[in-house]
């Protein structure tokens, strides 16, 4: 096996590892914290979450653009001086945005808990986008050893300081705390892995305003994709709340969140495929999609019978929410488009740079997202079809994306896209209309079907796989 083959497990392992925890702990926190705290302190603690979600969209690209810029490059590589000024610089604005959520808070602002909140928000603002420059920096130049020790850092250390403080006192504001105190040291330790760039003598620093610009110009197009990419699924959600109730929003949420369960791996191999990918010949990158595609899509077509065992727990742990685990049948698919354009599409427009593209696709995307939320939440307003569009719209931009991409690359994918949607399409008939055990034996017997129809690319792909490693 050959360095780098060795290099890609063990970063995949770490990757891996610190999702997996981010995941315990967060399932933890989710069944402990609403059990021990009021309702009234609960809710405040989920507003502070809720703001805390939308705190890294206020660096403005910044960090997006150095990772996409710097990404594929060693670490021993960067200007030092350059990473200096930039991380001081992006700090002495997160000042001032933090500053002026103070202010605002302050002006418009007359409850003393939503005001601490606020406080909060503007400190947790400055940390979190200082921390993530070092973290993207860290993921770029494929150092993920440490960024998997930044995230497990925090994480554990908030879970324990958040069981701690449970059991002496119920005030959220606390809870607040603990998060904050876990993303400080986080920050602490993430500047000392970096802390050639974090530390160096005040004459060192300079304003490189050119730098910044184009880093943010990078950086924003892929900031607002992301933010278009949330609101596809989450326009729908917004209609579902509105038309139904919070119950049922719920409900819907619960199934989206068990279904993205595998996301968890797709993401840990994304991480580490973009620095990879940035440091491989652009005349093997057609040949190392159409490798992984293979490798990627026949395992996660296969993973879709893990509804049937999923939804029998499920009904027995949760009774409660027996009735509409059913529409796990309609979600469930989620997962094969997700999966794909988190590790094979999105990394690879990434790597090519087309940013613009991928703003573009997730654009049309959430218009289409609109259209069908006005359509059947509140026209129709039928939950079944309003649920099911999730998948279409995922679909939709994952095969537009996609063919788009298999331009650029010069390959044909019209076939294994029609091949996906037909199977996706008979996993929701099946799971819909039929019983469990018979709905189980006949998605195999298509699955099996599929399977043999891939049954040269499986093996082609075995085969490149196998010289990749050696090579």
């Known amino acids: 096996?050959?360095?780098?083959?060795?290099?890609?497990?063990?970063?995949?392992?770490?990757?891996?590892?610190?999702?997996?925890?981010?995941?315990?702990?967060?399932?933890?926190?989710?069944?402990?914290?609403?059990?021990?705290?009021?309702?009234?302190?609960?809710?405040?603690?989920?507003?502070?979450?809720?703001?805390?979600?939308?705190?890294?969209?206020?660096?403005?690209?910044?960090?997006?653009?150095?990772?996409?810029?710097?990404?594929?490059?060693?670490?021993?590589?960067?200007?030092?001086?350059?990473?200096?000024?930039?991380?001081?610089?992006?700090?002495?604005?997160?000042?001032?945005?933090?500053?002026?959520?103070?202010?605002?808070?302050?002006?418009?602002?007359?409850?003393?808990?939503?005001?601490?909140?606020?406080?909060?928000?503007?400190?947790?603002?400055?940390?979190?986008?200082?921390?993530?420059?070092?973290?993207?920096?860290?993921?770029?130049?494929?150092?993920?050893?440490?960024y998997a020790q930044i995230t497990m850092m925090e994480k554990v250390l908030y879970c324990c300081l958040i069981l701690l403080l449970l059991f002496r006192t119920r005030e959220y504001n606390l809870l607040i705390a603990a998060d904050i105190i876990g993303k400080v040291v986080s920050l602490v330790y993430a500047a000392y892995c970096c802390r050639d760039i974090v530390f160096k003598k005040i004459s060192v620093f300079y304003f490189d305003m050119r730098e910044t610009l184009e880093n943010i110009s990078a950086g924003i197009k892929l900031m607002f994709s992301n933010i278009a990419s949330i609101l596809i699924i989450g326009i729908v959600r917004f209609g579902i709340e509105r038309a139904w109730s919070v119950s049922t929003f719920g409900k819907v949420s619960l199934v989206i969140s068990i279904s993205n369960l595998i996301m968890i791996f797709i993401n840990a191999i994304g991480i580490i495929m973009f620095p990879f990918l940035r440091r491989t010949n652009e005349e093997d990158l057609p040949r190392i999609y159409t490798v992984s595609r293979t490798f990627l899509m026949v395992p996660l077509l296969g993973i879709l019978i893990a509804f049937y065992p999923l939804k029998f727990i499920l009904s027995v742990w949760l009774p409660q929410y027996a009735e509409s685990l059913m529409f796990m049948a309609l979600i469930f698919p989620m997962c094969v488009y997700e999966g794909k354009m988190a590790l094979l599409i999105n990394t690879y427009l990434k790597t090519l740079r087309k940013e613009k593209l991928m703003l573009f696709i997730n654009l049309v995307s959430v218009v289409l997202s609109i259209i069908f939320t006005i359509l059947f939440t509140i026209v129709f307003k039928n939950l079944t079809l309003a649920i099911v569009s999730i998948v279409v719209l995922l679909a939709f931009r994952c095969a537009f994306a996609e063919i788009l991409l298999s331009k650029i690359l010069n390959i044909s994918v019209y076939k294994d896209i029609l091949l996906e949607i037909v199977m996706s399409l008979i996993f929701i008939l099946i799971g819909w209309f039929v019983t469990s055990l018979n709905g189980a034996l006949i998605y195999l017997a298509a699955y099996g079907l599929y399977v043999l129809i891939k049954k040269r690319d499986i093996t082609i792909t075995l085969k490149e796989v196998k010289q990749l490693v050696k090579k």
């Open 1 to 146: 096996m050959n360095t780098k083959a060795i290099t890609f497990i063990k970063n995949f392992s770490y990757s891996l590892t610190s999702q997996l925890i981010s995941m315990i702990i967060s399932t933890i926190v989710i069944l402990i914290v609403p059990k021990l705290i009021g309702v009234e302190e609960y809710g405040y603690w989920q507003l502070y979450l809720f703001y805390a979600s939308y705190v890294g969209f206020l660096h403005l690209g910044w960090n997006d653009g150095v990772y996409l810029r710097y990404g594929g490059k060693e670490y021993k590589e960067l200007d030092k001086d350059l990473f200096f000024s930039q991380f001081w610089m992006l700090v002495i604005f997160q000042i001032i945005v933090g500053m002026g959520i103070l202010v605002a808070s302050t002006a418009f602002t007359s409850d003393i808990n939503k005001l601490f909140i606020f406080k909060m928000i503007a400190l947790c603002t400055l940390i979190v986008n200082v921390r993530y420059m070092l973290i993207y920096v860290l993921q770029a130049t494929n150092k993920i050893k440490e």
